[in-house]
């Protein structure tokens, strides 16, 4: 199935672009004073960030940098040294070199293994380097942006719609990150179409989950730079008076958000003065409930959406105000991309019949760098599959069920997680619950809840929190044979940068609790 193309007219030709580059060129010249770049110290216009990425792209060619070679970078999140970053990688695209991210929160061993596996021809760093390092170093306190003797000769653009711009990595939520190496088109085309989908105009300006520099920050700083809008990096923050203050400062008129931080941000007190008028509040990343939709459009803001994708496409669906559907409803496909759902062998299945999703777009990628293994598994037949069950209706509208992966099977019995965890965050003592299966010798798995207590750990726990008083709370709400057999109060439960959980991660922590205790189950069971 798919949603038929619909053409947008662009006056001032963003379309025709082609690469991230060549948007930013645009604008710098279409729209030189707009700000493209904005934070708690600095606005960067189109026209600054464009001077500063061709300028780079001088320095770097006068070091010996060439188009095709690979060249690490590391990345600082401090203001002076995010902004910098920020004009490298717009720098190397210029150069047509390829990109290879060192986000901060990669350790030293890890980074040193990422330059080795790919193969980097430089690495940006000031400094003596580890002597496991054999990468050529470019220090980049020599570069000065406001340089203008690097405009003569103005270096010729390097950057190629088919050529390689970046290493992006995949969320990792069910194992170890994968990388993706995209083209410049396929992270243009893909921001413009989502750009048009979503409605992004140049006069917006948009705060994304996860400020610069991150994994997610790269995808949204080419959505805001594909529609001439602008990007605002500063962190959401975790309740509704800091975010009221940001959105003022900032004039912010979009943000996405994980569910995670929408309900943070419910949870807190009001701000006093309601939140500035939002166009769009988008929500990203993992399962959210209706209860949780409708409590954030009548306390956040009625332009409350829900937003499904991946980085290997972009946005697939969006779920607007208005639209209603069952649990995991995330509505309509975006136009270009096609979706199916296909059965246990492989074969597509009819409308609202669930199965294993798989997506198809023009600007796609087609599979993960130097993971041959993964990408046999997700990438087939032009189709990817993104580990996720559900269904499609004749409309084209998406019902998510869960992750593939994710199921317990609880003797031949079939349990998704968030069917559980949708029922948990009604208990009025629970503030957060992520449920998985633990490995059992007779049933295979069963189903464990982990769940954040509102009252502070460290003393026994209220009645209402007891083994008994929650299997009663379930089921009343869920069939008997899905109430989760085991209960565990935690400080917190382990998410990924996207708000998605780390359910391996809860299952490893128990087990060795378990190790720990003499094969007793985790310390935190009620």
Not at 39 to 58: M, V
Not at 63 to 87: F, K
Request: hydrophobic share 45%; net charge neutral.
């Amino acid at each position: 199935m798919t949603a038929p193309a619909q053409p947008r007219s662009d006056p001032q030709g963003a379309d025709k672009a082609g690469t991230v580059i060549g948007a930013l060129a645009h604008f710098a010249a279409h729209a030189p004073q707009r700000p493209a770049y904005i934070d708690h110290q600095a606005t960067l216009s189109y026209a600054e960030l464009y001077t500063s990425a061709r300028r780079g792209a001088a320095w770097l060619m006068q070091q010996g940098v060439r188009p095709g070679d690979t060249v690490a970078l590391p990345l600082d999140p401090s203001p002076p040294n995010a902004r910098r970053a920020l004009e490298f990688v717009y720098a190397i695209a210029h150069a047509g070199a390829v990109l290879l991210p060192l986000f901060p929160e990669v350790p030293l061993a890890a980074r040193i293994e990422l330059i080795g596996r790919f193969g980097a021809h430089w690495l940006l760093a000031s400094g003596a380097l580890p002597p496991t390092v054999s990468t050529r170093a470019l220090d980049p306190r020599g570069f000065d942006p406001a340089d203008n003797r690097l405009d003569a000769p103005a270096p010729a653009r390097a950057d190629r719609a088919d050529g390689a711009f970046a290493y992006l990595f995949t969320s990792g939520t069910t194992g170890a990150a994968k990388v993706l190496l995209s083209t410049h088109a396929q992270l243009h085309d893909s921001a413009r179409a989502s750009a048009r989908f979503l409605g992004i105009e140049a006069d917006d300006r948009l705060l994304a989950p996860i400020p610069w520099p991150s994994t997610v920050s790269i995808r949204y700083l080419a959505l805001a730079h594909a529609a001439g809008a602008a990007f605002v990096s500063a962190p959401l923050g975790d309740t509704r008076a800091r975010l009221r203050d940001l959105l003022a400062r900032f004039a912010v008129t979009r943000i996405s958000a994980s569910p995670w931080q929408v309900r943070r941000l419910l949870l807190s007190p009001a701000a006093g003065q309601p939140l500035p008028p939002l166009r769009s509040l988008r929500v990203i990343g993992a399962f959210i409930s209706g209860e949780e939709i409708e409590a954030a459009r009548a306390n956040l803001t009625p332009n409350t959406y829900v937003g499904y994708g991946f980085n290997e496409i972009g946005v697939v669906t969006l779920l607007r105000p208005g639209q209603a559907g069952p649990a995991g409803f995330v509505g309509g496909l975006m136009p270009g991309v096609e979706a199916r759902a296909d059965g246990a062998l492989g074969r597509p299945l009819p409308p609202e019949h669930v199965g294993d999703l798989g997506f198809r777009s023009p600007w796609m990628c087609t599979g993960y760098a130097d993971n041959p293994a993964a990408t046999r598994e997700r990438f087939r037949d032009g189709w990817f599959y993104p580990g996720d069950a559900g269904s499609i209706d004749a409309a084209g509208n998406v019902t998510l069920r869960g992750r593939t992966q994710e199921v317990i099977n609880y003797g031949g019995l079939k349990i998704w997680p968030e069917d559980i965890e949708s029922v948990l965050k009604l208990h009025p003592d629970v503030l957060d619950a992520a449920v998985v299966g633990l490995p059992d010798p007779l049933a295979g798995e069963v189903p464990a809840a982990f769940l954040v207590p509102r009252v502070p750990l460290g003393g026994p726990l209220p009645e209402q929190l007891s083994q008994a008083a929650l299997q009663s709370f379930c089921s009343a709400r869920i069939d008997a044979s899905r109430v989760p057999q085991v209960f565990v109060a935690v400080h917190e439960i382990p998410r990924n940068e996207a708000g998605k959980i780390l359910r391996d991660a809860l299952i490893a922590a128990y087990l060795r609790a378990g190790e720990a205790a003499g094969g007793a189950s985790g310390s935190g069971s009620t």
